[in-house]
């Protein structure tokens, strides 16, 4: 049967901060010369923007929905997924509406067709291979955005080894960098992302756990790491929510 997707933090520290709270303005973060990152946020959503190899990767991300656009020059491809499974994926006029939990095959590859030959894609390819290593969760947050929109045209096996990853991250055994923040807030800023880490790995742990109970069926791995990817997708808009600043 197929799981049903539920998102949230684990523990009760995790709320939406009032809309009258002041908003930052958005902070640009250099990481080199390669990938540059711009964070912003609202009562409503947060925003991560990613910019190098001629791609930029803007993930706009609420309570229950992302919303990805990557684009070069003459290229974009763009995505939206939410909590109950929902996805719309575009490109170049056409649009491909889809359920992640129904397990249809053909969906999968007329999303492949759909993306096949992009430019954007494949910068976007380059612009992951120069994130190797770096350890800023906003990098992961991109990462884990990559491990999506493969997993949607079919390839699972690269959200695997990225789900692989954050095992030991989430864990604190491995390479997960917080973001520093400038201002003190309501939570503990070193609380809050305390508590998106230990989320993450109780989300992998729970996606482990989908793959021993139903990877056996087909299509059904697909729907575990969809699941995977979206929760840990929306937990970056209640890490923002929890601590009330963005990170830079």
Known sequence: MARG??????????????????IAAPAPIYRGADVKFTLG????ESTVVAE??????TKRIGPEI???RIEVAKDAVDLEANSKGNVRLSRR???????????DQKVIAEARRMTEGSSALTSFDALITALEGDSRAVAQSMLTTWGLMNALRGNDAALLAVASRFKAAAAGKGPFTPARFTIESAENPTTCW??????????YAEFAQCLVDYAWIPGMAAVCSFEWA?????????????SGDIPV
Do not use: D, H
């Open 194 to 203: 305390q508590e998106y880490a230990y989320s993450l790995f109780i989300y």
């Open 66 to 68: 992302v919303k990805i």
């Open 5 to 22: 997707l539920y998102v949230g933090m684990v523990l009760s520290v995790f709320v939406v901060m009032s809309a009258s709270r002041v």
């Open 93 to 103: 006029g056409r649009t491909l509406t889809f359920n992640a939990a129904a397990r």
């Open 52 to 57: 190098g190899f001629g791609v930029r990767v």
């Open 41 to 44: 946020a609202s009562p409503k």
């Open 230 to 242: 979206v929760k840990s997708e929306l937990a970056w808009f209640w890490v923002i929510a929890c």
